[in-house]
């Protein structure tokens, strides 16, 4: 079955760039109509979608937090890439890959695949 591995550093300071990998198991992201997201869930809320990026390798932003966000594809190794620029303690989150045949939704229950999430806390 699909699995997804979320991966990264689990503290960054702030102004700093956060960087996370999702590696993809089990099933390939560049599969015809798949999309990979990035959502996370803040302390005390409920999930963010953060963006997303589509098998052909189009990408797709949260409007709120596009001027921060870069989203990238390896092939190669069947991962996905969220770059989030200038961090501060707001962006401590719980962030999840997933997968699936839509993107842009805040329901777990709209994607197929779900990975375990990590947490990143920005602080200094």
């Known amino acids: 079955q699909v699995q997804l591995q979320e991966s990264g550093p689990g503290l960054v300071k702030p102004s700093q760039t956060l960087s996370l990998t999702c590696t993809v198991s089990?099933?390939?992201?560049?599969?015809?109509?798949?999309?990979w997201s990035w959502i996370r869930q803040s302390p005390g809320k409920g999930l963010e979608w953060v963006g997303a990026?589509?098998?052909?390798?189009?990408?797709y932003h949260s409007p709120s937090l596009k001027s921060r966000t870069s989203i990238s594809r390896d092939t190669s190794k069947n991962q996905f890439t969220l770059k989030l620029s200038s961090v501060t303690p707001e962006d401590t989150a719980v962030y999840f890959c997933?997968?699936?045949?839509?993107?842009?939704?805040?329901?777990?229950?709209?994607?197929?695949?779900w990975g375990q999430g990590t947490q990143v806390t920005v602080s200094s």
């Open positions: 997933a997968g699936g045949g839509q993107y842009g939704s805040i329901s777990q229950d709209e994607y197929d695949y």
């Open positions: 089990g099933g390939s992201i560049t599969t015809n109509y798949s999309y």
């Open positions: 990026v589509s098998y052909k390798g189009t990408t």
